[in-house]
């Protein structure tokens, strides 16, 4: 079987079979979406094996997610034919690295046994050590310094290696100082954090060659899939492994890089070629993936980016039956999902599978309303890499206090948010408030109230716990002459709850705040607030776990390195995709690295993508007419089509469709277009659009001039 052509290479292009052969010394794979890359790294895995080259234990391989490395082994063993059980070093550089540590704790001074904390237990810990400091915890909160921390891990800087400077950004200079207590703690906690599972391995490596030595031995392969987002700490960990013996493939695409904002260094892809002397960098250029529409549409996308390495990237399937990027435009959100949701069942009508369809969102808070409308309709769905809107932190809490005012009954509810923003409510009041409810057989609610008359509590703790019945009560009478939705509003405010996540300084915090507007905002369509919680507890009802033909639902960064038939792309609007946010903290690079995701987005794709803009929309609090992404302008308009929505208001040829339209939006944008009136239809506007846009960039906008089968590859420079 050796000496012919193996199966697993059948059908490999020359470039792929280089980069799945050339299997000593280090390669770099440098190739847009869907060149094959990953398939690369499958294959060359099965290639090591299939050769002899190595046994399974002795190949380490680093993919994004578990579910990647799962699928990753199935491949594997289909290739091959073998068992892959051994292949015991194929997974996330944290799974790898948990391995690794718990062989070695004692040597970065933990026990085997120790655990890995999660940011709740991190943010006690770090609280307890600020106000041990003496330092004002208000002004210098547990949640700005765990952000630095994170910061300092994601580069591999252990206490030591902070800098006066560095050490300066919180609380005047003691973030050395407080650092070095957190590890302590930590220590005799027997524990360690995310960061620290990278970062003791570094530890570990750097202070015991020999340990270093025996793991440089043992892995004779090293292979990393989506290169491209590794940060410095990961690179380092994979330079220390692979001295001396260079055995490493990486592939990557930098067009990808999508989680600068999670510290991941795109930097590592130039570092590479200069530190693995002799690396072979392979190109891949034939995307294997989607229609040549999808692919132009997202490479030409992807040119209006300055930083980029640059690269080729060229298909040979071209079918006059393939359907052009379509772009659509609906009124609001609400229209968006039922629209969506229409064509998901005509899909499905169609003999299309639902496992084949994906909806990819920008903010999470955006998935609530597929995910009611699926409901509705009976569709199957599934939220990939999170929770489902409902079974949000944020969004169970606010509910826990719906719950409350509505069910005073409903412990579970109250236990939930009872101390929730912090209000000094300690275990052991709790505790006594749980014993006089068991023993009287009563609500904790009516408990709670029932210690409150008595003197059982310390002075503060009952005037805590009397403030929260208070409110209760309060709300509870008001909601019978409030509208509930105003209702929802206070309760979240009054109770403190708001102000919680507006002070928190962490990465999530904002989306968090959208989640619970998105969750008021939703109460709308329901009569009361009791028909709303009735409504969530059915949607919660249905698991989700066990369907086997499901539509994806999930954000565009959960969806790297996935493919679909049909992909939706909702929510193409300024503000929302580009997101205000990356533009406010990171200009440029922040609205570089947005197209870099829409370029994910769209190359997600196989047969068919479909964006769609809202005129309106609810951002930040408020409904606003919209403008539409400038990404929509960054589309090729010959790969493009304009598609009129039947169900809008006005409709073809009428008052155009929707409330104006894409084709007018590639003039100007400048004016939420809300405001505006166009009367032409839809595909003269696209005309129109094409002169103006060969008359602004003085080129063709067509890609690929005279139309024959494959006419060379498309040349995007960077
Ligand atoms: P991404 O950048 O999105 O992670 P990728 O470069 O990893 O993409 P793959 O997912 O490996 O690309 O491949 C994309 C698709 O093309 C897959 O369905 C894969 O099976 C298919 N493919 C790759 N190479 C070939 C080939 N030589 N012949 C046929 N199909 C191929
Ligand atoms: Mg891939």
């Known amino acids: 079987r050796r000496s012919n052509a193996p199966d697993y290479l059948e059908g490999l ?40 080259s190595a046994y399974p234990s002795q190949i380490l391989a680093v993919t994004f997610t578990n579910k990647a490395a ?20 194929l997974g996330t550089f944290h799974s790898i690295c948990v391995k690794i540590l718990r062989r070695h704790a004692e040597l970065v001074g933990l026990k085997s046994s120790f655990s890995i904390i999660d940011t709740d237990d991190q943010l006690r810990l770090i609280k307890q050590i600020i106000q041990a400091e003496g330092i004002d915890d208000k002004r210098w909160t547990p949640k700005a310094f765990a952000a630095l921390l994170d910061g300092w891990k994601n580069r591999a800087l252990t206490p030591k290696e902070i800098s006066e400077g560095e050490s300066r950004a ?17 220590s005799i906690l027997n524990a360690c954090d995310f960061g620290d599972l990278l970062l003791h391995v570094i530890t570990l490596f750097k202070t015991n060659p020999d340990v270093l030595k025996d ?89 209006h980016n300055e930083g980029r390495l640059g ?33 998901i069942e005509a899909l499905q009508r169609h003999g299309h599978k ?104 310390k002075p503060k703790a009952r005037s805590a716990l009397k403030s929260v019945l208070d409110h209760f009560e309060r709300w509870r009478r008001d909601l019978e002459h409030t509208k509930h939705t105003e209702m929802a509003e206070i309760i979240l405010d009054e109770s ?86 990356a533009l406010d903290e990171s200009g440029r690079a922040g609205l570089e690295e947005e197209r870099r995701l829409a370029y994910v987005g769209v190359t997600r794709a196989k047969k068919r993508a479909k964006i769609w803009f809202a005129s309106n929309r609810r951002i930040h609090g408020s409904w606003q007419s919209t403008i539409p992404s400038r990404f929509l302008d960054e589309l090729p308009i010959e790969h493009v089509e304009i598609v009129e929505q039947a169900s809008n208001y006005g409709g073809y040829g ?32 696209a005309q129109k659009a094409k002169a103006a846009h060969e008359a602004i960039t003085g080129r063709s906008s067509d890609f690929r001039s005279a139309g024959t089968r494959r006419q060379g590859p498309m040349t995007i420079e960077g």
């Open 496 to 581: 403190g709850y708001t102000e919680m996540w507006r002070k928190d300084r962490s990465a999530e915090a904002p989306g968090r705040l959208d989640n619970l507007k998105e969750l008021i905002r939703s109460m709308d369509q329901f009569e009361s607030m009791a028909g709303f919680l009735e409504h969530v507890s059915l949607v919660m009802d249905r698991d989700s776990n066990d369907i086997n033909d499901a539509v994806s639902i999930m954000t565009l960064h959960s969806a790297k390195g996935l493919e679909f038939d049909t992909v939706f792309l909702p929510g193409w609007e300024e503000g929302l995709f580009p997101h205000q946010r």
């Open 13 to 52: 292009n020359p470039e792929q079979r280089k980069a799945v052969e050339t299997i000593e010394g280090p390669v770099l794979v440098l190739a847009g979406a869907g060149t094959g890359k990953t398939r690369v790294l499958t294959t060359r895995i099965a290639h090591i094996l299939a050769t002899g």
């Open 654 to 685: 009428g008052g155009g469709y929707g409330r104006g339209g894409y084709g007018a939006s590639r003039f100007d944008r400048s004016e939420p277009f809300q405001n505006s009136s166009y009367s032409t239809p839809g595909w003269q506007r």
């Open 215 to 303: 793991y440089q031995r043992k892995f004779r392969f090293m292979l990393v899939d989506e290169y491209q987002d590794t940060n410095i700490a990961q690179y380092l960990w994979l330079r220390l492994l692979a001295q001396g013996n260079p055995n490493v493939c990486c592939v990557g695409d930098d067009d990808q890089s999508i989680y600068g904002w999670r510290g991941a260094e795109v930097d590592n892809i130039l570092r590479f070629e200069h530190d693995f002397r002799g690396a072979v960098v392979i190109r891949l250029e034939r995307n294997y993936r989607s229609t040549s529409h999808i692919l132009a549409s997202a490479s030409h996308l992807i040119a």
């Open 170 to 186: 919180f609380a005047g200079g003691l973030g050395r100082k407080l650092y070095e207590e957190y590890q302590d703690r930590l």
């Open 70 to 89: 799962r699928e990753m082994k199935e491949r594997i063993a289909h290739f091959i034919g073998g068992n892959v059980e051994g292949m015991a070093w």
């Open 354 to 457: 639902l496992n084949d369809i994906a909806i990819l969102v920008r903010a999470s808070f955006q998935m609530r309303e597929f995910e009611d409308r699926f409901v509705t309709l009976g569709l199957n769905y599934r939220v990939i890499g999170g929770p489902r809107f409902y079974e949000r932190m944020e969004i169970r809490d606010a509910m826990a206090y719906f719950r409350c005012v509505v069910q005073p009954a409903d412990d579970l509810a109250f236990e939930r948010i009872v101390n929730t923003p912090k209000r000094g409510l300690g275990d052991a009041t709790l505790k006594l408030v749980h014993e006089l409810a068991r023993a009287e057989r009563i609500p904790l609610i009516q408990a709670a109230n029932q210690l409150c008359q008595t003197e059982e509590l």
């Open 311 to 343: 690269k080729t990237l060229f298909t040979d399937f071209e079918d006059p039956e393939d359907e052009k990027v379509a772009v659509a435009s609906c009124w609001d959100s609400e229209e968006e999902a039922r629209s969506i949701g229409d064509e």
